[in-house]
């Protein structure tokens, strides 16, 4: 059903009271290792909303490779196009986990290696799939190649925020960036404040699809194809403690909407729904919630 092509990291987070000077050394008050990525994040999320999911995606042959396989296969997931590959190392997030927000470095690792000609090894699997999810943190091949085999729905999540090229982003249907990966797409020079601003900069894309545009907890704004008025969808006040993964459990949910037959405002009200169960609870992968996390789960 879903196909999700995108990153798997070994998420290291340590919990700090600041971050650190260049140079300086300051202990951490906690530490969690858990599998992780935008692209293992959005495949666990779909399937705790009880898609079947397959995940592209290459880890290292390394002792995090294979706890992450061994964990996306306990999820549910099919894990038949994710290598361990003997040559590189398993990507790997470092978090500077300091309330509200994170400070990241990432090692791309084997996930450098999912491109163009790895995800055309993959060709069955996304080219029959109903939706297929993408992140920027495999090289840009893979969008190419995705843009170029997939039949079904295709959905780009562009972040990290990356200026994906014209030719390759508007072979999607459907972009979701934050407000941030809005203007890096769009090549502003300064991020819109006001909901008013994100409509204009997301029309001044000229995507041929649709955009929904994520605010936090301002919810979102969905700018659908074809010049339509656009459509604000609030976010659900909940008591927020953890955003971590919020914007990676919205795309997981807004496919998971599509594909429950929802329009993409509907789908965007569900997503908004589930994005607001992950902000209660802390960590990515552990925040991901299933249907009965959310309350009516049944009713869009
Ligand atoms: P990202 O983490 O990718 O920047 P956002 O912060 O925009 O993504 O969050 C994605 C979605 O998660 C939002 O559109 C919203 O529906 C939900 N969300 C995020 N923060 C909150 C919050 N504090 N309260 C309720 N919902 C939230």
């Given at each position: 059903?879903?196909v999700v092509v995108g990153?798997l990291?070994?998420?290291?987070?340590?919990?700090?009271?600041?971050?650190?000077?260049?140079?300086?050394?300051?202990?951490?008050?906690?530490?969690?290792?858990?599998?992780?990525?935008?692209g293992g994040?959005?495949a666990v999320?779909?399937?705790?909303?009880?898609?079947?999911v397959a995940m592209v995606g290459?880890?290292?042959?390394?002792?995090?490779?294979?706890?992450?396989?061994?964990?996306l296969?306990?999820?549910?997931l099919t894990t038949r196009a994710v290598?361990?590959?003997?040559?590189?190392?398993?990507?790997?997030?470092?978090?500077?986990?300091?309330?509200?927000?994170?400070?990241?470095?990432?090692?791309?690792?084997?996930?450098?290696?999912?491109?163009?000609?790895?995800?055309?090894?993959?060709?069955?699997?996304?080219?029959?799939?109903?939706?297929?999810?993408?992140?920027?943190?495999?090289?840009?091949?893979?969008?190419?190649?995705?843009?170029?085999?997939?039949?079904?729905?295709?959905?780009?999540?562009?972040?990290?925020?990356?200026?994906?090229?014209?030719?390759?982003?508007?072979?999607?249907?459907?972009?979701?960036?934050?407000?941030?990966?809005?203007?890096?797409?769009?090549?502003?020079?300064?991020?819109?404040?006001?909901?008013?601003?994100?409509?204009?900069?997301?029309?001044?894309?000229?995507?041929?699809?649709?955009?929904?545009?994520?605010?936090?907890?301002?919810?979102?704004?969905?700018?659908?194809?074809?010049?339509?008025?656009?459509?604000?969808?609030?976010?659900?006040?909940?008591?927020?403690?953890?955003?971590?993964?919020?914007?990676?459990?919205?795309?997981?949910?807004?496919?998971?909407?599509?594909?429950?037959?929802?329009?993409?405002?509907?789908?965007?009200?569900?997503?908004?729904?589930?994005?607001?169960?992950?902000?209660?609870?802390?960590?990515?992968?552990?925040?991901?919630?299933?249907?009965?996390?959310?309350?009516?789960?049944?009713?869009?």
């Amino acid at each position: 059903e879903i196909v999700v092509v995108g990153s798997l990291n070994m998420d290291i987070r340590l919990t700090v009271d600041r971050i650190p000077h260049s140079g300086e050394t300051i202990s951490a008050t906690g530490l969690k290792r858990s599998p992780g990525g935008k692209g293992g994040n959005q495949a666990v999320a779909a399937a705790r909303l009880g898609r079947r999911v397959a995940m592209v995606g290459a880890v290292g042959d390394d002792d995090a490779g294979r706890e992450i396989a061994d964990r996306l296969g306990a999820e549910g997931l099919t894990t038949r196009a994710v290598a361990q590959l003997t040559d590189v190392p398993t990507g790997t997030a470092v978090i500077l986990w300091e309330q509200p927000e994170s400070t990241i470095v990432i090692e791309a690792g084997a996930n450098a290696r999912v491109d163009e000609a790895y995800v055309r090894e993959h060709a069955d699997t996304v080219r029959y799939a109903r939706i297929v999810l993408c992140q920027c943190e495999t090289p840009l091949g893979a969008l190419a190649a995705v843009v170029d085999l997939a039949q079904g729905v295709k959905i780009l999540n562009p972040a990290p925020a990356v200026a994906v090229p014209r030719e390759i982003r508007d072979g999607f249907n459907i972009l979701v960036p934050n407000r941030f990966e809005l203007a890096t797409l769009a090549n502003a020079n300064t991020v819109p404040r006001t909901l008013e601003g994100v409509v204009a900069l997301a029309k001044s894309l000229e995507f041929p699809g649709s955009v929904v545009v994520t605010l936090g907890e301002d919810g979102s704004v969905v700018i659908p194809n074809g010049g339509r008025d656009a459509v604000h969808v609030p976010a659900i006040p909940v008591n927020a403690i953890d955003t971590t993964a919020a914007g990676d459990s919205f795309c997981a949910a807004l496919a998971d909407g599509l594909l429950r037959g929802e329009d993409l405002v509907g789908a965007a009200r569900w997503a908004a729904r589930v994005a607001a169960v992950t902000t209660t609870k802390h960590g990515a992968i552990e925040s991901l919630p299933y249907p009965t996390d959310i309350p009516n789960p049944t009713l869009l």
